[in-house]
T-cell receptor
Framework: DADVTQTPRNRITKTGKRIMLECSQTKGHDRMYWYRQDPGLGLRLIYYSFDVKDINKGEISDGYSVSRQAQAKFSLSLESAIPNQTALYFC??????????????FGPGTRLLVL | ELKVEQNPLFLSMQEGKNYTIYCNYSTTSDRLYWYRQDPGKSLESLFVLLSNGAVKQEGRLMASLDTKARLSTLHITAAVHDLSATYFCAGSNSNSGYALNFGKGTSLLVTP
């Protein structure tokens, strides 16, 4: 079974709709991240969380919110979707950046289309 | 803010040839990462470089880090078609919880 799972894998929605993307991990990591990938732009950080009570905004958090329901679950919400939020969304987890550590493990991605 | 620049962004190379992808970063990065992404797929970790002078090799790929020059390189030796993918470098530091700051990626195509 995959260590980091994302649901749904694909989603089409309409402008103004609220949607939620979910991420679960079985790696036991405290740190979880949401990134967005657009063609030619690489990946950009939306939100990150160190634990259930510690959530932080990333580079492009406007229009998004998150919820860390448990150590293993981190959800991303688009309160009112707009077409320029059409993108590929990745969840990632990592352990603490101790010596040799800190690698991030990525989920399979959610492809979102906002019409 | 840590900014990461890769070049080239697109690379077409013949099988058997060698080439290097460059990754420059703007400020202190605690570590430097290289990832591979196949079309429509997720990111796969290739290397984590922790200190100045670090060199890691896996098959035909070798990554190095020069923290004084704020430069990492990914060297491809005797390329084969299976290496065709997009390669990302990323840095991280404590300012954003060790989240990754990615370059825009290098799209590599290896042709016969």
């Amino acid at each position: 079974d995959a260590d980091v799972t994302q649901t749904p894998r694909n989603r089409i929605t309409k402008t103004g709709k609220r949607i939620m993307l979910e991420c679960s991990q079985t790696k036991g990591h405290d740190r979880m991240y949401w990134y967005r990938q657009d063609p030619g732009l690489g990946l950009r950080l939306i939100y990150y969380s160190f634990d259930v009570k510690d959530i932080n905004k990333g580079e492009i958090s406007d229009g998004y919110s998150v919820s860390r329901q448990a150590q293993a679950k981190f959800s991303l919400s688009l309160e009112s979707a707009i077409p320029n939020q059409t993108a590929l969304y990745f969840c990632a987890t990592s352990d603490w950046p101790t010596a040799g550590g800190g690698s991030q493990y990525f989920g399979p991605g959610t492809r979102l289309l906002v019409l | 803010e840590l900014k990461v620049e890769q070049n080239p962004l697109f690379l077409s190379m013949q099988e058997g040839k060698n080439y290097t992808i460059y990754c420059n970063y703007s400020t202190t990065s605690d570590r430097l990462y290289w990832y591979r992404q196949d079309p429509g797929k997720s990111l796969e970790s290739l290397f984590v470089l922790l200190s100045n002078g670090a060199v890691k090799q896996e098959g035909r790929l070798m990554a190095s880090l020069d923290t004084k020059a704020r430069l990492s390189t990914l060297h491809i030796t005797a390329a084969v078609h299976d290496l065709s993918a997009t390669y990302f470098c990323a840095g991280s530091n404590s300012n954003s919880g060790y989240a990754l700051n990615f370059g825009k990626g290098t799209s590599l195509l290896v042709t016969p």
